[in-house]
């Protein structure tokens, strides 16, 4: 699920227009289930221009195939060329993908991830 057009939140009336669709994207969702937290100290390796790296991470209860969303707490100090985004990939697991969007190579320095995987019914 996604939203298919740009809001610029700083209009009223575009704002109200992103938090009816943002919701709406949620009632889609159903209640929330269980909620499951850990962090992991990630190094990923040197990224290529445009390329991406996976990680995978483990999160107790977290269970593949069911409707989730999960987060990735961006830590300090990451590179703004690099872009995260994760999935349950099996049960206990998450992949955390960093996409380096820049012209050159970026080597994001190890830090410690925050991931939180909310599971609903």
């Given amino acids: 699920m996604k939203l298919n057009k740009s809001f610029d939140v700083t209009n009223p009336t575009e704002l109200a227009q992103w938090i009816s669709e943002v919701s709406r994207l ?18 990923f390796a040197s990224i290529s221009a445009n390329d991406y790296e ?8 977290a269970v593949a195939g069911t409707k989730n969303t999960v987060e990735v707490g961006r830590p300090p100090g990451l590179e703004p060329e690099i872009i995260i985004e ?26 410690t991830y925050r991931i939180t995987v909310i599971q609903y019914n």
């Avoid at 949620?26 to 190094?43: E, M, Q």
């Avoid at 996976?54 to 209860?61: A, Q």
């Avoid at 960093?98 to 012209?103: E, F, R, Y």
């Fill in 86 to 111: 994760s999935s349950v990939t099996a049960d206990d697991t998450v992949t955390i993908r960093a996409h380096n969007v820049s012209t050159g190579a970026v080597d994001p320095a190890e830090a």
């Fill in 26 to 43: 949620f009632d889609n969702l159903g209640d929330i289930n269980k909620v499951y937290s850990a962090t992991a100290t990630v190094d």
């Fill in 54 to 61: 996976d990680i995978t991470v483990t999160v107790e209860g």
